[in-house]
């Protein structure tokens, strides 16, 4: 077996050695491992094949909410030019049109930023694909930030509406993006959309009894009582620092 396999691979290297130019070669190769991934016992799993796409096809999305601060660029820009690409961009699939970035908005920054990063990847991006709808694709994206404790809450509560206006339920966000109902509604209110609130059902948290009325009308008093004193003594003729 072995044997056959060393053959197949000099084909495969006499083959490449017959493209044209680089775009064909890479996409030669990227067809050489999409064949293999499909023989693979880990075909479910995106990283088990990163293809190298040309980043004028790899397209940010319009809901990603993790912001990167300048440091953390630079870091992200040295950890690159020391040790390469060493995570692939998560995309999902556009019709006929090219990737949308998922997750690894930064690192495709960094290479269109850079002129020394993209010298060395010839322009070229690593990615692994996701097939999902838009729905599951933004899910996704949460997922990915969330997991690293980064993500901005005005851009998450445009996000909660995008999926809301996508038909996607509640329970759906709870359930893909790992919220409760709770910092769901806090995020609904973000918006302003008095729409978004048909399925509230209002947590306990959010009602208030008579004996908690009760019992803040007893705290008021109380100040109320404190405060009085404080004038009281305040306006005392016996009082030694009273101005004349």
């Known amino acids: 077996m ?3 396999i060393a053959t197949l691979i000099k084909e495969m290297e006499k ?3 017959k493209c044209q130019n680089l775009e064909e070669k890479i996409n030669e190769i990227n067809e050489i491992k999409l064949a293999i991934h499909s023989l693979s016992p880990f075909k479910d799993q995106p990283v088990d094949c990163v293809l190298w796409i040309d980043n004028k096809n790899v397209f940010a999305n319009s809901w990603n909410p993790n912001h990167v601060a300048p440091p953390e660029m630079k870091l992200l820009y040295t950890s690159i030019e020391c040790d390469g ?3 692939p ?3 999902g699939k556009m019709e006929e049109t090219g990737y949308e970035i998922v997750d690894g908005y930064h ?3 960094i290479l269109k930023s850079y002129p020394d990063i993209y010298e060395r990847t010839k322009g070229y991006l690593p990615i692994v694909m996701i097939n999902k709808e838009k729905s599951d694709r933004i ?3 949460i997922r990915h930030n969330r997991a690293r404790g980064s993500h901005e809450v005005d851009l998450m509560g445009n996000i909660i509406r995008e999926l809301h206006d996508l038909g996607r339920s509640d329970d759906w966000i709870s359930l893909h993006l790992g919220m409760d109902k709770d910092e769901i509604l806090r995020l609904k209110q973000i918006t302003g959309l008095a729409e978004l609130f048909k399925e509230k059902e209002f947590s306990q948290a959010w009602d208030r009894d008579e004996n908690q009325l ?3 009308e007893d705290i008021i008093n109380y100040l109320d009582e404190d405060l009085d ?3 009281e003594e305040l306006d005392s003729p016996n009082d030694e620092n009273k101005d004349e």
């Open 2 to 4: 072995k044997t056959k």
């Open 15 to 17: 083959e490449l050695e």
């Open 85 to 87: 690409y060493t995570q």
């Open 89 to 91: 961009i998560v995309t």
């Open 107 to 109: 690192r495709n920054l």
């Open 139 to 141: 899910a996704s994206t």
């Open 214 to 216: 009760d019992h803040d």
């Open 229 to 231: 004193e404080d004038d």
